[in-house]
């Protein structure tokens, strides 16, 4: 018959402790041992393994952010183009974070929160009020043609020769020639300030658009507006004729800014060359 094993465990400052296992039962020791091993050592790993699929999930949403925040500053540039506003100062770069996350995943998030941020902030206190006002200011711009039904333009912008007599004069305006009464509709909203008859122009319509801007719609044969009536663009002003210093039926059109009378033809689209 085996004799019993002893077994000695050693214990630092201590005193040993030795016990006797017969041969029969090591195999069911190192077999209880192993599988106290693998319960411990296998949620372990599944943790370790858990981490590394944070991780990853992590870093690719940290870049996805990065690449939309990346087209976000290009689309808040371009709207800060065009309010004319300054681009801002760069931004400094983010400290390290005490996160559990990588360092690089960790310094790209925090870099996106920084620059989130920065970019709402830039947006919200200096984009976007200048935008505003930028885009009131287009709002009010007279743009196009005042009328639907044109023959064609009769009189350009400028030095003209006098269709009423000798010599050359400064042509404020732009001449369309169309069917007596035509439609003539404002370029842009605003308010009527002035309705009726003037020298030279005959019956007329002027609107104050706002940030400068002025029209005058001349020549008419029928006014359908009053003094004082806010319009919206493309409201219906009156009708062509050929009322005042007028030659035949046309419209007389004159934009003005700021007190000065510019080429009209700088606010529509493209038309003919005047005969």
């Known amino acids: 018959m085996r004799k019993p094993y002893t077994i000695l465990v050693v214990r630092t400052g201590k005193e040993a402790l030795a016990f006797s296992v017969w041969p029969q039962v090591v195999p069911l020791l190192l077999l209880l041992g192993a599988l ?3 319960v411990v050592f296998y949620p372990q790993a599944q943790r370790q393994e858990h981490e590394r699929a944070r991780t990853r999930s992590l870093e690719e949403q940290a870049l996805q952010l990065q690449e939309h925040l990346t087209s976000l500053e290009a689309q808040v540039q371009s709207l800060r183009q065009r309010a004319g506003v300054a681009h801002p100062k760069a931004l400094a770069k983010p400290q390290a974070s005490g996160s559990s996350v990588p360092s690089d995943s960790a310094q790209r998030l925090q870099s996106a929160q920084v620059r989130l941020v920065a970019l709402a902030t830039d947006f919200t206190q200096q984009v976007r009020p200048e935008l505003e006002k930028v885009l009131a200011e287009e709002a009010a711009r007279p743009w196009g043609l005042p009328l639907r039904k044109m023959n064609r ?20 305006g732009l001449d369309l020639s169309s069917a007596l009464g035509t439609p003539v509709y404002a370029t842009a909203p605003g308010l009527v300030v002035e309705a009726g008859w003037a020298a030279g122009y005959g019956n007329r319509v002027v609107v104050n658009h706002g940030y400068g801007f002025y029209t005058l719609y001349g020549h008419l044969s029928k006014i359908y507006v009053q003094t004082g009536r806010s319009i919206a663009r493309d409201h219906l002003l009156g009708a062509v004729g050929s009322t005042g210093r007028s030659t035949g039926s046309h419209l007389h059109y004159t934009i003005f800014h700021h007190g000065q ?9 493209p038309l003919p060359l005047a005969e």
Request: charged content about 10%; proline content about 9%; cysteine-free.
């Open 36 to 38: 106290t091993a693998g």
């Open 153 to 172: 333009l009769s009189s350009h912008f400028g030095g003209r020769r006098n269709p009423l007599g000798a010599g050359y004069e400064e042509h404020n």
């Open 261 to 269: 009378a510019v080429n009209p033809m700088a606010y529509m689209p």
